[in-house]
């Protein structure tokens, strides 16, 4: 991976590009996994080598994924350019706000869809790790700078367990993938100010 921690997404087309379920599973595996080839990835995703090989260059237009060397002339492995993607959701730009609408939406039925496997086969999960995962929430009345507070704190308490991802020989004895999933959302409308 790059030196990039995170690749930022703001063209409507790039948005839509990133927004196909096997384009966020090549870009997730090569961040847990490192460098593959196309036929590594196939494999491991249980995908075509044609289709994996279309959908990495494909990524590779927009600077989510990258060629390194290889083990031999060959070998063509791809990998993540950062850990993160991200994209704002306050553009004033109508194609962008609805590009971002399409590819939360792909993302929320990802999440949707992860947490509905995890719930069918949790009863294989030891029980301590049974206590602490599942689905939960948490209300809370804040303002926008506190919340904004809080999101920083959170990323700092998960910070020191990221260079994790990228580099397995950092992952103690023991160690699980535990996915965090993050979706916040406010469930009442703003006051209209006083007149």
């Not at 966020?24 to 995908?47: D, I």
Request: hydrophobic share 40%; charged share 30%.
């Amino acid at each position: 991976m790059s030196e990039n921690r995170t690749v930022p997404l703001t063209d409507p087309v790039a948005l839509r590009a990133f927004a196909h379920p096997l384009r966020m599973s090549l870009v997730g595996l090569l961040r847990r996994e490192g460098p593959l080839t196309a036929t590594q990835a196939a494999e491991r995703l249980g995908e075509s080598v044609p289709g994996c090989s279309f959908h990495l260059r494909q990524l590779a237009k927009y600077g989510l994924v990258e060629r390194v060397p290889g083990a031999d002339a060959r070998e063509r492995p791809w990998r993540a350019t950062a850990l993160f993607t991200s994209w704002g959701t306050d553009s004033a730009d109508p194609e962008v706000r609805a590009a971002v609408d399409h590819l939360d939406a792909v993302v929320t039925r990802r999440f949707y869809d992860r947490a509905i496997e995890w719930l069918r086969t949790r009863d294989q999960e030891p029980a301590a790790w049974r206590r602490v995962t599942g689905p939960g929430d948490v209300v809370l009345h804040v303002t926008l700078d506190e919340y904004t507070e809080l999101e920083r704190r959170f990323n700092e308490l998960v910070e020191p367990y990221l260079a994790r991802q990228s580099d397995p020989s950092a992952r103690p004895e023991g160690a699980r993938t535990v996915n965090i999933l993050q979706f916040v959302l406010t469930t009442d409308r703003p006051q209209d100010p006083a007149p």
